[in-house]
Nanobody
Framework: QVQLVESGGGSVQAGGSLRLSCAAS????????MGWARQAPGKEREILAA????????YYRDPVKGRFTISQDNAKNTVYLQMDSLAPEDTAMYYC????????????????WGQGTQVTVSS
């Protein structure tokens, strides 16, 4: 089993930045991919970014390309999401996800999820 704990959410004005952290514990050696997803009220959860833990290769969904950066610190079993140029439409609950096989753009295929951290961007 793997446990994921997110931190770093909060409120920021449009144009600002936040950095989210996701600390993994448990059987972390089994993880092949870690990702970040978000879900706004009334909308479906979507994977924003993902990183293959072995190769450091990354995936980004189009709306966040060039604004969000995913990175990892393997020594700390932690993944980060640096979010820049935030806009009100980025307001959502942000979740960390992990999978033992590979990275997916479909949120439904991930094995493990954190509880989420709220990000609110005001105009």
């Amino acid at each position: 089993q793997v446990q994921l704990v997110e931190s770093g959410g909060g409120s920021v004005q449009a144009g600002g930045s936040l950095r989210l952290s996701c600390a993994a514990s448990g059987y972390t050696r089994s993880i092949s991919c870690m990702g970040w997803a978000r879900q706004a009220p009334g909308k479906e959860r979507e994977i924003l970014a993902a990183i293959w833990t072995g190769s450091n290769s990354t995936y980004y969904r189009d709306p966040v390309k060039g604004r969000f950066t995913i990175s990892q610190d393997n020594a700390k079993n932690t993944v980060y999401l640096q979010m820049d140029s935030l806009a009100p439409e980025d307001t959502a609950m942000y979740y960390c996800a992990a999978d033992v096989r590979t990275c997916y753009s479909d949120y439904g295929r991930y094995d493990y999820w954190g509880q989420g951290t709220q990000v609110t961007v005001s105009s």
